[in-house]
């Protein structure tokens, strides 16, 4: 769907007795400094070269595979881990861990694309998949909860998952939450999607798009019943949902739109 975006030009008047400099005493208040995602714990120069070792390998091998259409699925491990080494999005020493571990699925599924199968395409449970987005090009990550008796040629509903705020859940930190956690919700006979929203933006602008491709890449993969798409979501997430709701109507069933 398109819209038309109109600039609001407010025009302001001083009036003559406006025109008054007034010193004040009061001390200048220092800006507050604000980053997203905050800045992270330092490596020891052996972790980070364990990570940087095994991220170079991965990314070395990746490079010689040529428009396949599964190839986000491996790339979404090795940009949360590239990400978090660039940008100091280790938190915690766990992190550690969690970023070798990140990278060893990367490696997995690399080793079963290149010998043509892709098993986590049929898998069910907690199913990490990617899409290559039409904004930027960047590979996006979300998450699937896939019931265990899905049957893939019948259509299923789709429940839509707008996670909440989280200043540190970055790439890397979603990829561990929706590989260990099933999450709020997880209804019969349905599939469940966790789009990432790119981080914390509020589920607007690319945030908003992300939801909509993630949809789309999703319907495009499993037996999505269009008319059965379900919005939802929590704190932030339960914004996103009145805000996507409100645009896109037309594409929720009705009255599943459900904020918390």
């Known amino acids: 769907m398109n819209s038309t975006i109109k600039p609001l030009l407010t025009s302001l008047a001083f009036g003559p007795l406006l025109c008054v400099a007034v010193a004040s005493t009061a001390p200048a ?6 980053r997203v995602p905050p800045s992270g714990v330092s490596l020891s120069v052996e972790q980070e070269r364990a990570i940087q070792e095994k991220l170079s390998e991965i990314e070395k091998r990746l490079a010689m595979v040529v428009d396949h259409p599964l190839l986000p699925d491996v790339e979404l491990f090795s940009k949360a881990v590239s990400y978090a080494l660039r940008h100091g999005e280790f938190y915690q020493q766990g992190d550690v861990t969690r970023a070798l571990t990140t990278l060893q699925v990367a490696t997995e599924r690399l080793d079963l694309l290149l010998s043509g199968r892709s098993p986590w395409t049929t898998a069910t449970g907690l199913i990490m998949r ?3 987005s039409r904004i930027d090009d ?8 896939i019931p265990a008796d899905l049957k893939f040629e019948e259509p ?15 790439d890397l930190h979603f990829i561990h939450r929706r590989r260990t956690q099933t999450g709020v919700i997880s209804p019969p006979g349905a599939i469940v999607l966790h789009p990432f929203g790119r981080q914390c933006i509020g589920f607007k602008s690319a945030g908003e798009v992300d939801v909509l491709e993630a949809i789309e890449h999703v319907a ?3 037996p999505v019943d269009r008319d059965r798409i379900v919005l939802m979501g929590f704190s932030m997430g339960g914004a996103g949902a009145w805000h996507l709701g409100a645009h896109y109507a037309d594409d929720c069933a009705p009255g599943n739109v459900h904020a918390r």
């Open 29 to 34: 208040q220092p800006a507050i400094a604000r």
């Open 130 to 132: 990617g899409y290559r």
């Open 138 to 145: 960047s590979v996006q990550p979300y998450g699937l909860v």
């Open 156 to 170: 299923v509903p789709l429940y839509v998952w707008l996670h909440g705020r989280g200043d540190k859940i970055t």
């Open 220 to 222: 495009g993969q499993y």
